[in-house]
């Protein structure tokens, strides 16, 4: 399949910021090739698509799957495996805090309650004390908020971002236009 320009440079683009959030570059190219397209595509054509080697497509779709952002599905008449993704951007936002909280934030809290908990801990500095659990504290709240978000329907997680927004300018004393 022939990409349209748009598309090239959503793909691109996409895959250069899944490099600067840690994502390897390939992975979220097939992730942007998959939403931007809208319809399930099997491995080949994604690998003729994106010029990249049958392998790496293999590997990527796999990393994607473990992440829950694509799933597999079939066609009548055809063996292949067809891979989609969700096309509510709120849906993927989800899935993707989800993933990260899972995979990196709940890691570091855990962590945390550990080391507040070790008779070691009393033996560090008070000061060295009060930053791991002025952190702890902080991770505890940014987990209880992210909760109450995830929880949110789209719509009303949407009227939130624009509120909390709103609240920002009010607060600097910007005037209204």
């Not at 399930?40 to 790496?56: D, G, Q, Y």
């Not at 962590?111 to 505890?140: G, H």
């Not at 978000?149 to 909390?164: A, E, I, W």
């Amino acid at each position: 399949m022939e990409l349209s320009r748009t598309a090239h440079q959503f793909v691109v683009h996409w895959g250069e910021m899944g490099s600067a959030w840690g994502v390897n570059r390939t992975v979220a190219q097939i992730h942007a090739l998959l939403y931007f397209h809208g319809r399930p595509l099997h491995a080949e054509e994604i690998s003729e698509t994106l010029s990249v080697a049958r392998s790496n497509v293999s590997n990527s779709l796999k990393e994607l799957q473990n992440w829950n952002l694509i799933r597999v599905t079939h066609q009548l008449g055809d063996r292949r495996d067809y891979f989609e993704t969700s096309l509510d951007v709120w849906e993927l936002f989800r899935t993707i805090v989800r993933e990260r909280r899972e995979r990196e934030f709940e890691p570091t809290m855990r962590l945390l309650d550990e080391l507040t908990r070790s008779p070691d801990f009393r033996n560090e500095a008070p000061d060295a004390q009060d930053r791991v659990r002025e952190t702890q504290a902080f991770m505890n709240t940014l987990a209880s908020w992210s909760e109450e978000m995830l929880r949110l329907s789209p719509s009303t997680l949407q009227k939130v971002l624009k509120l909390g927004a709103s609240v920002q300018k009010f607060v600097r004393g910007d005037s209204p236009n």
